[in-house]
């Protein structure tokens, strides 16, 4: 996870033709945040105060949800864009990780408001999980592509501890972009250290001696089988073939990152299973014996 040297602006405008997130090159100038502590009741992680955020409303709904991105753009255009000042974005997310050698966390918007960071989105019977989560941004032009850093790493353990114990929210409810809007979205990407976190004790990982049990038996890849397993975890899925292969490709995303092409086969079906009896047990249950 070394931090790697690249030029903002090209690789940001590269990427911008695609991508549809975070985009465009900006001249603003260095950010300036005081520090505050405020939030950290737990670590004693040094959160910023940043310049404020218009994409936000009330919060009428109890958090159960943290929320992963990268930005696929730079510090700067992802602070303009967070600040409301691109109109053609209306977007807005509580906290945001920095890449430099030295990352900081930055907070835009207060965890008491709902910040629009999720879109259209779905995780189970959530739908629009804006009111529901807290998001974080990870600078990364393309977390698909290019590592985090050790230090981002570090930092955004902190932050998830943080945020994770003030909730007391799920393992299996800390989610990457992709997994909530499949189909839609790709962020944090594959490169995301979603296994080093989850060993940290950060979010849902199946339990490795599980996946080979799952291996040695023989497995039901039947599409009807695998979308019913998806659906159990909480994955929503568009109807028809093309539906359920944009399911497997997010959950290969952030479980089987070695091999992402929505193609079910045995290793994703052993890992979806281990998930499953591990943290959704009677979901899993109810799925499994489904005629
Ligand atoms: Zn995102």
């Given at each position: ?10 690789i940001?405008?590269?990427l ?5 997130a975070?985009v465009?090159c900006?001249?603003t ?6 520090q ?14 940043g ?5 936000s409303?009330?919060?009428?709904e ?19 864009i ?19 050698p ?5 907070r ?13 989105s ?6 629009n ?12 032009y393309?977390?698909?592509?290019y ?9 955004i ?7 994770i ?15 909530i ?5 790709v ?8 296994a ?17 049990d ?18 159990a ?5 568009e ?16 479980f ?9 086969d ?26």
């Open positions: 996870m070394n931090a790697t040297i690249r030029s903002y602006c090209r940001g405008l590269a911008a033709a695609f991508s549809g975070f465009g900006s001249t100038s260095k950010p300036e945040a005081k505050t502590v405020a939030e950290t009741k737990f670590t004693g992680l040094v959160i910023e105060q310049p404020g955020s218009l994409g409303e009330p919060r009428k109890p958090v159960t949800c943290l929320i992963l991105h990268h930005t696929a753009g730079s510090l700067p255009s992802s602070l303009d967070l600040q409301g000042k691109d109109p053609k974005h209306k977007v807005g997310v509580h906290y945001l990780v920095t890449d430099e030295k990352p900081r966390v930055i835009l918007v207060p965890e008491n408001l709902a910040a629009y960071h999720a879109g259209k779905g995780w189970g019977k959530l739908s999980l804006n009111q529901n989560s807290i998001g974080i941004e990870i600078i990364n393309d977390g698909n592509v590592p985090y850093s050790d230090a981002q790493a570090e930092i353990f902190a932050l998830c501890d943080e945020i114990r003030r909730h007391d929210i799920k393992p299996c409810n800390v989610l990457a972009h992709s997994d809007a499949v189909g839609r979205k962020d944090p990407g594959l490169k995301f250290p979603w080093w976190l989850a060993s940290l004790g950060i979010g849902a990982w199946p339990l490795p001696n599980e996946v080979a799952n291996l040695r038996k023989k497995q039901n890849l039947s599409p009807n089988h695998v979308r019913s397993l998806l659906t975890y909480g994955y929503v899925l109807n028809g073939d093309a539906g359920l292969k944009l399911g497997v490709e997010s959950f290969q995303r952030h089987r990152p070695a091999k992402v092409d929505g193609v079910i045995s290793e994703t079906v052993a890992i979806l299973e281990a998930l499953l009896r591990r943290y959704q047990p009677k979901s899993y249950r109810e799925a499994k014996f489904k005629p």
